[in-house]
């Protein structure tokens, strides 16, 4: 049998060689059959197990001693792979050297976390009471009944063999207590440092090695105790001291501590020192063991430690430790003549375009060159973290004042207007800064954020800037967020209504409308929500699409039912969405709801923005086609508002031009409003596009719009949008 060279040892202990391995299958009457059996179960036996593992882990969970071994996630989720892998293997029913292996190794992990014998062999316990339940399947209620009392005789079978299992291992270890001092002595001769103290004389031997870890020579040390503590750290001494009493008093099998010792130069080394008491052929009590440098392992561990306090990149403190050093602030803010503490949260403005347009590496290395600004801005005592990504925050302690942190605030923002120059580049980074006062009793989560709803306040206003925090930002943040949750149920508790604004022919003044627009409106508590705050929350979260075609399926039924009535040429203007045309399937969408309401395709517009031209996805320029091939008609709002190329005006599928009102608003007074409208309406005749001038509010407009020979308009001289029952057509 071929065995890895580690575990030969073990595997020699066991008598797990041929001749053993085969004794043990023939006392347990295993035979190829056996295997054959559990490969043919095999697929219910890994359904099974799989459930098995996760429960078994939840149920590891409620006792103290696993719990404290699986406090780590990803040491559950390893465990919980090589568990499923285990159990796939015993439905293998092959019983080989790897499957030895893998047992053998298993148990030395088990041993080496800590897990005992108990738990061990109680998982085996629920695993095979698991199988029983769900092997059997309509049983009678008496083979129910046998059935849980064998599952009774595996509690106690499995109990009993767990003690036994503890027995064995406590005989063991009673062994290798015993033999722990001639161990000790065994040690003269290797890497460590060997010490053997006579306790009843006071002598001190120490090895040549023990002594050159000191940098001494093995006759500088001294043949006393005394010249071996009064090396020892002065923080260390009593600790140590009390770890060799509590062994000599029978409290501890040997002694096992850590501790610093001086060397000649006056540094300190750390070092472990194991022991045993015995008592020599003299009768003579005397201490012997070994001392190891442990120096590196513990600058390992101190590296370790200050990695977890620190962030990686920067070297500043990370959101762990600044929680720490906040729960410090709030603590001496409770104190009596304590003065005040201000939190200041940093964040950098348009930081994404840098990593994007420059790459990760420029980006940290502007972060690395921001954190050595912001360090230079702190004054004693202030702590400075990297809360995340492009995230900082400062905590300001002793303060004066709540005002001085705004002084800070603005040093900050003064401090980052400096370029940042990387060899033959220069870039300007800003950053908007929100900060809140620390009060006494005030929760850690609290205080962060109020510091964030300043910071997103600084973000609104324009960013490169300071906000202090007040009670309005938390009362704004709730209501938005009251109005999120609203506006996004709006639809299933059918909340939105449809208002529908008139556009008429100006030639006709006193003939009915030739077209609609669909407005959707929305109430709450029987108030209405302005569209501007409650539709970029649709937009935000995608709810806009659902939203958009219930919009356009109602639209559709209400101006095929005036079709039929007292409008037969009636057509009607739907807003779309940048969301809605970037759906793959939107075209086909809208040609149901065209088949479902009987609408024709050249009775609907669709009103879309320049944003949509400018952004140019090839998803939305595919649809308007698709849609325009249909006979629907899109029209451009808002035309002239935004940044839209005119060569977009050629590119698209466009059928009609909505002035936007801002043109029209003092055309019929301002010769330059004036001449831009007839630019316009110019340029949309000359394409060959309709124009709707919107905003129509004064009869001067009117008369302007028809000598410019724009016959369509709408506003609120005209018709203001109304809900679809009070709207006439006569």
Request: with cysteine; glycine share 6%; proline share 4%.
């Amino acid at each position: 049998m071929d065995v890895c060279t580690v575990l030969k040892p073990v595997f020699d202990k066991l008598g797990l060689d041929a001749e053993g391995l085969r004794q043990r299958l023939e006392f347990l009457d295993w035979s190829a059959a056996d295997g054959e059996r559990l490969r043919r179960v095999r697929a219910f036996g890994e359904r099974t197990s799989d459930d098995f593992v996760d429960a078994l882990y939840l149920r590891l969970a409620q006792f103290p001693e696993p719990r404290a071994i699986l406090h780590d996630d990803g040491m559950v989720e390893r465990l919980k792979r090589s568990q499923r892998s285990y159990y796939q293997k015993l439905f293998d029913g092959v019983i080989d050297h790897r499957y030895l292996e893998e047992r053998v190794r298993i148990g030395h992990i088990h041993e080496q976390v800590g897990v005992e014998m108990k738990w061990y062999l109680g998982a085996y316990r629920l695993y095979l009471s698991q199988l029983l339940q769900g092997w059997f399947d309509g049983l009678s209620v008496e083979q129910q009944s046998r059935l849980a009392d064998f599952d009774s005789l595996l509690k106690i079978v499995f109990f009993d063999m767990g003690l036994a299992a503890d027995a064995y291992i406590d005989a063991e270890h009673r062994a290798l207590e015993a033999s722990e001092a001639r161990y000790a002595h065994a040690l003269r001769g290797a890497n460590d440092g060997i010490w053997d103290w006579d306790l009843q004389r006071d002598q001190l031997y120490v090895s040549a090695r023990w002594a050159s870890m000191l940098g001494l020579a093995q006759d500088q040390v001294g043949p006393r105790s005394m010249h071996w503590f009064e090396r020892v750290h002065p923080d260390d001494q009593a600790d140590l001291q009390a770890a060799i009493a509590q062994h000599l008093q029978g409290g501890s099998p040997w002694i096992r501590h850590e501790y610093r010792l001086r060397r000649s130069d006056g540094s300190y080394l750390w070092v472990l020192t194991r022991g045993v008491v015995e008592v020599d052929a003299q009768g003579r009590r005397r201490l012997a063991g070994s001392q190891t440098d442990i120096s590196e392992r513990r600058r390992f561990q101190r590296d370790l430690e200050l990695a977890a306090r620190h962030d990686p990149l920067t070297g500043l403190i990370n959101r762990s430790q600044l929680n720490v050093e906040l729960q410090r602030t709030a603590v001496q803010l409770s104190r009596p003549g304590a003065r005040h503490a201000a939190l200041l949260f940093i964040d950098l403005d348009r930081f994404k375009l840098i990593n994007d347009s420059l790459g990760h590496a420029a980006g940290d290395r502007v972060l690395l060159h921001v954190a050595d600004r912001l360090s230079s801005c702190l004054r004693p005592g202030d702590q400075l973290a990297r809360f995340g990504g492009d995230e900082f925050v400062m905590l300001l302690d002793d303060l004066a004042c709540p005002q001085d942190a705004e002084q800070v605030a603005t040093r900050v923002l003064a401090a980052l207007r400096e370029p940042l120059c990387f060899g033959e580049r220069c870039l300007v980074v800003s950053a908007s800064i929100g900060v809140a006062p620390l009060l006494p009793g005030q929760g850690l989560d609290d205080a962060l954020q109020a510091a964030d709803l300043a910071l997103y306040s600084a973000k609104e206003s324009g960013k490169a800037r300071f906000e202090r925090f007040d009670q309005s930002m938390q009362d704004r943040v709730r209501q938005r967020l009251k109005l999120e949750s609203n506006v996004l149920q709006a639809l299933q508790r059918e909340a939105f209504t449809l208002n529908y604004q008139p556009i008429f022919d100006l030639r006709k003044p006193d003939q009915p409308p030739v077209a609609v627009e669909v407005l959707l409106r929305w109430s709450h508590d029987g108030e209405p929500v302005s569209p501007e705050a409650f539709i970029p929350v649709l937009e935000e979260s995608a709810e806009i699409v659902p939203v958009g075609y219930w919009v356009l399926e109602q639209a559709c039924r209400q101006t095929r039912t005036w079709q039929q009535g007292p409008a037969p040429d009636l057509y009607c203007s739907v807003n779309l969405s940048g969301r809605q045309l970037q759906e793959a399937d939107f075209a086909a969408r809208v040609q149901q709801i065209l088949s479902a309401t009987g609408l024709s395709a050249r009775s609907l517009v669709l009103e879309i923005t320049e944003s949509l031209l400018i952004d140019h996805d090839p998803h939305v320029l595919a649809s308007l086609r698709e849609l325009a091939n249909m006979g629907v008609r899109i029209a451009l709002d808002d035309f002239g508002t935004g940044y839209c190329s005119l060569g977009y005006l050629n590119r698209f599928p466009l059928h009609i031009i909505k002035l936007d009102r801002s043109f029209l608003h003092e055309a019929h007074q301002d010769s330059r409003q004036l001449t831009i409208c007839r630019a316009i309406i110019a340029l949309s005749r000359s394409l060959g596009l309709a124009v709707v001038a919107e905003g129509v509010e004064h009869p001067d407009q009117v008369a302007l719009l028809l000598e410019e020979q724009c016959h369509l308009g709408q506003g609120y001289l005209l018709g203001r949008p109304q809900p679809v029952e009070q709207l006439r057509f006569d």
